[in-house]
Structures are given as structure tokens and as C-alpha cells.
């Protein structure tokens, strides 16, 4: 573990100093089309990871409370790190992943690029050359302080994805409902529920039950679209009352199945 600082000084704790940055130029890219995070609101961090989204949360404001769900034992070590840094106890962490029923699930962790660990490397598996594309449009998109990236020649995209994926291993981890711990924590409002858990966003949903649905005022979903996956999740946020549906791909990313939904009551 290590500590690196954000482009506006903030200091974190990582396990790869790069990525944290990385984490850190997607947070914007979450607050768009009118998602945004006031003082007092209620935010559910899923797909935490080391947390960079959730300390962000924390600083909108002083009465701002955020439970964030990381599964991976060495990236949920991080995630304390950070939480503690939040102070005052306003990063709840969940140590566990968010799934349609209480359970145990198989997890492969990437060490080398540990945000895109997994419930379903199978995504990558059925298109091998698919994380690489998804390397070499963030290569085209750098955060601030890695524009450096944009001179790396893209025929090295697949070398580098190659090295990323190196060293995968199999991590056993407990799966819960967002109801059941709505439930726990007697949460009465969600004010943003913030979704990226690497291609498992449709069990997540379909872990809120019916009397839960109204708790929730927005969203912003990272989706995976495969087999019509992104027209299922809108029809399900249409059926549950969310009125204002914008679904986009992040600058980049373009030749991914990769998608961003936000939406709003």
C-alpha cells in the first residue's frame, strides 16, 4: 500500500498510485447530467474499491454519509485507509459485494489493475481483445497529470493489457442484498446510489426489493451491454418511476460495451 495525492491535493491511500488518479478522473465523469451530491445526502458507494468516489462524497459536505461495498480483502484494506482519512465515521465500509441474494461468490482479482476486478471475468473471456480497446481509449483520455499517456503508440495497448490482467487471482467473497442492508442500518433515504461493479450491476438491481425502490432519488449505473442488457436496465428504472433517463459512453470508451446511465426522479 501507498499514499499518492489527487490532482487537488487530496491525499489517498492506493495500491497503485496510477489507478487511484484514474479512479479519480471518473468521479467527474459520474456527476453529469444533473447527478449531483449535497450536504445530508445519503450515498450508496457499490464497486467502492479503494474508495476514491466515496471520499469525494465526503467532501460535498460535512453532513454528507456514504456506505461504501468493496468484497476484495486487499483492496477493502485500502478502502479502510481511505475511509478513516474521511474521519468521523462518514464512510460506512461494507465489507462485501452486492449481488440478488444473500450468498458466497468466486471473485478474480487483477493485483495489477485491481479496479477492474471481478464477479464475471467471463465479459473478458468470450472477447479477448476487448481490454485492450478499453486500454487504449483511456490511453486516448487521460486523467490530469498522465497526459504522457497519450504519446504511448496504441500498438502497445494490447502489451500493456496483457501485463494488467497478469498474476489473476481467485478470491472468495460474501455477496448481499441492498435491501438487507438497508434494513440493517434503518436507511430511510438514498440519495444517490452509485453503481460499477464490473459487470454485475443487473444482480445489484434486482437485489432491491419492491418497498426499497422509492428510498432511491438517483442513480448512475456503469453497464455492461451485453445481450441488451442496457435496454433492460432502462426499462426497469422507467417501471420503478425514474422520469429523467440519459444513457452515454465516457470519452474514450467508445469501442466498449461500456455504458453510463443516470438517472432521476
Not at 143 to 152: L, Q
Request: proline residues 5%; charged residues 25%; negative net charge.
Amino acid at each position: 500500500m501507498k499514499t499518492t495525492k489527487l490532482p487537488d491535493g487530496t491525499r489517498v491511500y492506493a495500491l497503485r498510485a496510477p489507478e487511484a488518479r484514474m479512479l479519480d478522473h471518473h468521479v467527474d465523469g459520474y456527476l453529469q447530467n444533473g447527478i449531483e451530491i449535497k450536504d445530508g445526502d445519503v450515498v450508496f458507494d457499490v464497486g467502492a474499491n479503494i474508495g476514491v468516489f466515496s471520499v469525494r462524497a465526503a467532501q460535498k459536505g460535512p453532513n454528507v454519509r456514504v456506505f461504501a461495498f468493496e468484497p476484495i480483502p486487499d483492496i477493502l484494506e485500502v478502502l479502510r485507509m481511505n475511509a478513516a482519512e474521511a474521519g468521523q465515521n462518514r464512510v460506512e465500509v461494507l465489507p462485501c459485494g452486492v449481488s440478488n441474494e444473500e450468498s458466497e461468490a468466486t471473485f478474480t482479482y487483477f493485483p495489477n489493475t485491481p479496479a477492474l476486478s471481478t464477479l464475471h471475468p467471463e465479459q473478458w473471456d468470450k472477447d479477448p481483445k476487448a481490454f485492450g480497446r478499453a486500454v487504449k481509449g483511456t490511453m486516448k483520455n487521460p486523467p490530469e497529470g498522465m497526459r504522457w499517456m497519450k504519446f504511448i503508440p496504441p500498438i502497445f495497448s494490447g502489451i500493456i493489457a496483457s501485463f494488467l490482467i497478469k498474476g489473476k487471482k481467485q478470491v472468495h467473497c460474501k455477496l448481499r442484498t441492498l435491501s438487507s442492508v438497508i434494513a440493517e442500518h434503518n436507511v430511510e433515504k438514498i440519495d444517490l446510489l452509485k453503481i460499477d461493479c464490473e459487470g454485475a450491476e443487473w444482480q445489484v438491481l434486482q437485489g432491491i426489493e419492491a418497498n426499497d425502490w422509492s428510498k432511491i432519488e438517483s442513480m448512475v449505473i456503469e453497464v455492461h451491454n451485453v445481450n441488451g442488457r442496457l435496454a433492460e436496465v432502462e426499462a426497469l428504472l422507467r417501471d420503478k418511476g425514474f422520469t429523467k433517463i440519459v444513457s452515454e459512453r465516457e470519452k474514450g470508451l467508445e469501442d466498449t460495451v461500456m455504458h453510463n446511465i443516470f438517472a432521476l426522479r
